[in-house]
C-alpha cells in the first residue's frame, strides 16, 4: 500500500469515528433514536474498515480454453 492510499485510510477512518461521534451526543441530547442508530451504523463501518486487511492486486494469466 503507497503513501497516499495509508493517508486516505486513515481520513475516512477518522471522518467515520467523527461522524460517529457526533451524531451520538446529537443522539442522546435531543433523544432521537434515529440518530443514536445512525451513530451505530457508522461506527460499525469504522470498525469494519479498520479491522479489514487491504487486498492486494492479483494478475491472474489467462488460461487458454480447454478443447474436449
Known amino acids: 500500500m503507497n503513501q497516499e492510499a495509508r493517508i486516505l485510510r486513515w481520513v475516512i477512518l477518522a471522518a467515520l469515528m467523527l461522524t460517529a461521534m457526533l451524531l451520538y451526543v446529537s443522539g442522546f441530547g435531543l ?3 434515529t ?3 445512525l451513530g451505530a451504523a ?3 463501518g ?3 474498515y479498520l479491522l479489514r ?3 492486494q492486486r492479483r494478475h ?3 488460461r487458454e480454453p480447454s478443447h474436449r
Open 60 to 62: 491472474r494469466k489467462m
Open 53 to 55: 486487511t487491504p487486498r
Open 42 to 44: 457508522f461506527e460499525m
Open 31 to 33: 433523544g432521537a433514536m
Open 35 to 37: 440518530l443514536i442508530v
Open 46 to 48: 469504522f470498525w469494519v
